[in-house]
């Protein structure tokens, strides 16, 4: 069965509720009425709530309707926040150079939005000592305290041991700051370019005229 909506003479009732262009509340008139007073305005007759009784037509312009309402959903899918679950691996005895590599994936990640599962991987006898992977997740969380928060406490799984960041920000207001960041550079950008055009000008308009050879 279609979604699309009855309109003009796909209509088959005998009169209908009509709304006017503005929203205007018409009344019940005839349905012949009604398509007549569609023709004059020039737009269709457009059935909205199909299940009252009397059907609820308006008068609009269908193709422009269907358009911005492609529009419409077409900005709300790309302005959509998906959950996305972001993994880092460290070993418990991990260098400072490497943890640093990795505590900086992990605040991007936060930045955007996205959660961050934290998985230590033990090996051998590190096994035995699941106190180096604990205090490493705490090391880590509390390093980036200002950008997320424990979702997941701490569990062993197996040789590993898993926690789980949330960031404190929605991944919708990183998708706002995000785009707002990328307009003030791009504003930016064209500033210096505005700004290089004049400079260049007087370089021009500073220059001695040749003086003329004789003869």
């Known amino acids: 069965m279609s979604a699309e909506p009855r309109i003009n003479d796909r209509i088959r009732v005998p009169e209908v509720r009509l709304v ?86 992990v605040v991007r990640f936060l930045k955007q939005g996205d959660k961050v599962k934290i998985t230590i991987m033990f090996r051998g006898r590190e096994q035995s000592r699941p106190e180096l992977g604990f205090r490493l997740l705490q090391r880590l969380a509390s390093d980036v305290e200002d950008l997320g928060f424990i979702e997941s406490n701490p569990k062993q799984d197996g040789r590993n041991m898993i926690m789980v960041l949330g960031p404190h920000k929605k991944k919708t207001e990183a998708m706002a700051e995000a785009r707002e960041a990328q307009a003030a550079r791009k504003a930016e950008r064209q500033g210096v370019a505005q700004d290089d055009e004049p400079a260049a000008a007087e370089v021009v308009a500073e220059a001695p005229a040749e003086a003329p050879s004789e003869a």
């Open 20 to 105: 006017g262009p503005s929203g205007e509340q018409v009344g019940i008139v005839p349905l012949a009425k009604a398509l007549e007073l569609a023709q004059e305005y020039d737009l269709d007759l457009v059935e909205v709530a199909a299940n009252a009784r009397p059907p609820v037509c308006k008068l609009m312009d269908y193709g422009k309707f269907k358009y911005e309402s492609a529009m419409k959903a077409r900005e709300a899918r790309k302005n959509q926040a998906h959950t996305v679950i972001k993994e880092m691996k460290l070993r418990p005895k991990i260098d400072p150079h490497d943890y640093d590599t990795k505590k900086g994936h």
